[in-house]
């Protein structure tokens, strides 16, 4: 059964996997072809492995957080704190992520990803405020 008091968000399975397919195409496609451009096979395999696999869940996690921020009505005035605390979320766990799995050789291409996945989904997503849309 629906709830009809809450206006309908702006976030959806649908959205998630329009924001989801780019923050792994692009990033993967972009590092492939300058390692093809430069005839590095160490880049061409981290560009679909590591470089697109981290933007990937870094966008999804944060799909995930601005999701629950906007039910939860957080961060809703001040966006870019709430933008800023996921993107050094982001940076943080694919720190840990590097250190858990002894991937140090692989750390800047995760961290770089993390932090640019999160940073294009929350500049680019809104977050609704519900409390001004019944006033």
Same mark, same amino acid.
């Given at each position: 059964? @629906? =709830?009809?008091?809450?206006?309908?968000?702006?976030?959806?399975?649908?959205?998630l /996997? $329009?924001?989801?397919?780019?923050?792994? $195409? *692009?990033?993967?496609?972009? +590092?492939?072809?300058?390692?093809? $451009?430069?005839? &590095?096979?160490?880049? /061409?395999?981290?560009?679909?492995?590591?470089?697109?696999?981290? +933007?990937?869940?870094?966008?999804?996690?944060?799909?995930?957080?601005?999701?629950?921020? #906007?039910?939860?009505q957080?961060?809703?005035? &001040? @966006?870019?704190?709430? +933008?800023?605390?996921?993107?050094?979320?982001?940076?943080?766990?694919?720190?840990?992520c590097?250190?858990l799995? @002894?991937?140090? +050789? #692989?750390? *800047? =291409?995760i961290?770089?990803?993390?932090?640019?996945?999160?940073?294009?989904?929350?500049?680019?997503?809104?977050? &609704? =405020?519900?409390? =001004? #849309? @019944?006033?």
């Open positions: 059964m @629906k =709830n009809r008091d809450c206006p309908p968000s702006d976030f959806s399975l649908r959205l /996997m $329009v924001a989801a397919i780019p923050a792994y $195409v *692009f990033p993967a496609l972009m +590092s492939f072809i300058s390692a093809f $451009v430069l005839q &590095k096979t160490d880049l /061409m395999m981290a560009s679909y492995t590591t470089i697109g696999l981290s +933007s990937l869940l870094s966008t999804i996690l944060s799909f995930i957080i601005l999701w629950q921020f #906007e039910l939860r957080i961060f809703v005035r &001040k @966006k870019w704190i709430g +933008s800023l605390l996921i993107i050094l979320l982001m940076i943080g766990l694919g720190m840990l590097t250190s799995f @002894k991937l140090q +050789s #692989e750390r *800047f =291409n961290i770089t990803s993390a932090f640019l996945g999160a940073t294009i989904l929350t500049i680019r997503q809104h977050i &609704k =405020n519900y409390k =001004n #849309e @019944k006033n």
